[in-house]
C-alpha cells in the first residue's frame, strides 16, 4: 500500500458475554493434604460489531483498495477514555479522511463538512 494517506474508520463494538468458565482453586496445608477448595465463576466477553459497522468496514476496504491507500479500523469500544477523546478530536490530522458509523448517521470527515446518510 502507499504511504501516502490512510482511510481511518471508527466504529464502536458491543462488549457481549461469550461464556461462563467455573474455576476450581485447592488450598493445601504446608504437608500438603488438601485444606479447602474455592470455585469461582467467570464471565468471558468479547467485542462484536452490528451490521452497520461490518458493512461499513467492507465498504471502506473496497475504498481503500480502490484508492491504494491504507485503511486503519479504530474500535472506540475498546478504547479508553483519553484514547476516544484523541480520535473524537482528529487525532488523524488533515488528508486523513474519516468514516464514522454511528447509530443516526455515517459522516465522512476529511475536515468535518461532509455527511453521508445512512442507507
Known amino acids: 500500500m502507499s504511504s501516502e494517506g490512510k482511510v481511518r474508520v471508527l466504529v464502536k463494538s458491543r462488549r457481549v458475554p461469550t461464556a461462563v468458565v467455573r474455576l476450581q482453586q485447592t488450598t493445601y496445608l504446608l504437608s500438603g493434604i488438601p485444606m ?17 459497522h461490518r458493512k461499513a468496514i467492507e465498504e471502506a476496504r473496497k475504498l481503500a483498495g480502490s484508492l491504494s491507500l491504507d485503511l486503519e479500523v479504530v474500535d472506540s469500544g475498546k478504547q479508553g477514555f483519553f484514547a476516544r477523546l484523541m480520535s473524537s478530536l482528529g487525532r488523524g490530522g488533515a488528508g486523513n479522511p474519516t468514516i464514522e458509523v454511528s447509530p443516526s448517521a455515517m459522516t465522512m470527515t476529511p475536515d468535518s463538512s461532509s455527511v453521508l446518510p445512512r442507507r
Open 36 to 52: 479447602a477448595t474455592r470455585t469461582d465463576h467467570k464471565v468471558l466477553y468479547d467485542y462484536v460489531l452490528d451490521e452497520d
